[in-house]
């Protein structure tokens, strides 16, 4: 704790850093927050767990944006040295969180799903912040067993049975999204990490086939499935929030209804504001608002790999897994959402990064950029000659 109170202390100075990277995430903010509000004023005004507050949402997330953004700014005054030093640590600590969830009477169910645990004020989601543990425990794995890339048993395996633990707590609560993500966070950091590519592809070839075993085995994840398919056969049931979806893609066309005139918020789409905020986003701004927020999450992901490349040349090969892992994570988060809303991918909970309402999720995204943006400022003061 001595060492992280002293990297407090030597706070960088706020110059050399990635200044489009800092604006894409703010406006990002700033469009997630006016959506929210947009999305949820309706929810709120008939909800009496709100006091029937139409601002209640809004206040919350802007609430949530604050906190996070303090936190996100305390992660880019830690040396990336440190995080790789407590990574197996966080890693534990979020494996703990996960087993908290599971245990009766302290994780809270919502909607059939144990995912939070509550902090009296606010609900804390683990799977959220294991995204971010998980990205700073693959790349330092990756980095230990840097010449055992080529070996299954002595590269793989030993990660396997840690994600198999990871997956299983997961899917008991369940959450089949962020099974998901964080799969693709540690294959995606071993992949580039070096792990021999044969071996790789077959890989994805048993992970596909999991999945799809997962999928088959277990009736609601096949119904939702099955739905996703064909969404009118059964329109007011298994199919009813997806196509709610399409029709506010459909209302939307080029530039929207305008802002705050959306119907679909209007009590007919469920988590409008939160896991379905991208389909009033596409019928009040239109394809123009829609097409915005991917290319700002295009722009994010390619920097996020980018800074990697750069650290990787500067032989900081931690760093650079770090900083492609948070790349990962979001751009996968992202288009996992952004596909379930349009209809092209099945229907599953995963909000929408730096956008969604939800503190645990705004908390990890920006925790996860403070990072990232410290590996950048790291980068750039080594190239200056400076030590870091």
Do not use: C
């Amino acid at each position: 704790m001595k060492m992280f109170y002293q990297a407090l202390r030597r706070r960088p100075a706020m110059a050399g850093y990635d200044l489009a990277l800092v604006w894409a995430v703010l406006i990002l903010l700033a469009i997630g927050l006016i959506m929210v509000y947009s999305a949820s004023i309706a929810a709120a005004e008939v909800d009496r767990d709100t006091g029937f507050r139409y601002s209640y949402f809004l206040t919350r997330h802007a609430a949530f944006l604050a906190v996070a953004l303090l936190a996100g700014f305390a992660a880019f005054q830690i040396p990336i040295r440190l995080w790789q030093q407590y990574a197996p640590y966080l890693f534990l600590i979020g494996t703990a969180l996960l087993i908290l969830v599971l245990v009766p009477h302290v994780g809270r169910e919502v909607n059939g799903s144990k995912r939070w645990l509550s902090l009296l004020v606010v609900n804390l989601q683990p799977s959220e912040l294991m995204k971010f543990f998980v990205v700073l425990y693959a790349a330092d794995y990756t980095v230990r067993k840097a010449a055992y890339m080529h070996s299954l048993l002595k590269g793989f395996f030993p990660m396997f049975l840690v994600m198999l633990l990871t997956g299983a707590l997961l899917l008991a609560e369940p959450d089949f999204g962020a099974l998901a993500v964080i799969t693709a966070i540690a294959m995606g950091t071993l992949f580039l990490g070096g792990f021999d590519w044969r071996l790789f592809g077959g890989l994805i070839i048993m992970l596909v086939v999991g999945f799809v075993g997962l999928i088959y085995s277990s009736e609601y994840r096949y119904k939702r499935l099955i739905g996703f398919m064909n969404p009118w056969d059964d329109p007011y049931g298994k199919g009813y929030q997806l196509s709610h979806s399409l029709i506010a893609f459909g209302r939307g066309k080029w530039f929207g209804v305008g802002l705050g005139a959306s119907v679909e918020k209007l009590s007919y789409l469920p988590e409008a504001h939160t896991d379905f905020l991208m389909a009033i986003i596409a019928e009040e701004l239109g394809f123009a608002g829609v097409a915005t927020v991917v290319v700002l999450f295009g722009w994010l992901t390619w920097r996020a790999f980018a800074i990697g490349m750069q650290a990787a040349k500067l032989e900081r090969y931690y760093a650079a897994l770090v900083a492609q892992g948070v790349g990962i994570w979001l751009g996968v988060q992202s288009i996992i959402n952004i596909g379930v809303n349009m209809g092209v991918l099945p229907t599953k909970g995963l909000t929408l990064p730096l956008l969604s309402f939800g503190g645990s999720g705004i908390m990890a995204n920006l925790i996860a950029l403070g990072v990232l943006l410290r590996v950048d400022w790291e980068n750039r003061q080594l190239m200056r000659g400076y030590t870091v």
